[in-house]
């Protein structure tokens, strides 16, 4: 069974840095589609940003665009989201999800999450 496994929230300062980690155990992340999404206190989930099998298509929600980075190391069988410039409304838990053979990240397999908090 393929299990996704988020880390590396914590608490920064407005304009702070963070990397997440999705790890995945039990297959291989080869052949899916990985997208981050967040989930703010009293709002729906959102997604964030989004990358393609072979890391060559990656997409970004606007509010995010220019700051986050998304990659993966199918080797390590990693995805990364690098966060610059954080803001508190980037505050969320932080999902990662895994989508089989497809082009876009709709979210079949999920982490439990990982929580960014911003705060001076």
């Known amino acids: 069974q393929l299990r996704l496994v988020e880390s590396g929230g914590g608490l920064v300062q407005p304009g702070g840095s963070l990397r997440l980690s999705c790890a995945a155990s039990g297959g291989n992340l080869r052949g899916y589609a990985i997208g981050w999404f967040r989930q703010a206190p009293g709002k729906a989930r959102e997604g964030v940003s989004c990358?393609?099998?072979?890391?060559?298509?990656?997409n970004y929600a606007d509010s995010v665009k220019g700051r986050f980075t998304i990659s993966r190391d199918n080797v390590q069988n990693t995805v990364y989201l690098q966060m610059s410039s954080l803001k508190p409304e980037d505050i969320a838990v932080y999902y990662c999800?895994?989508?089989?053979?497809?082009?876009?990240?709709?979210?079949?397999?999920w982490g439990r999450g990982t929580q960014v908090t911003v705060s001076s």
């Open positions: 999800a895994a989508d089989y053979l497809s082009t876009s990240c709709r979210g079949t397999y």
């Open positions: 990358i393609s099998t072979g890391g060559g298509i990656t």
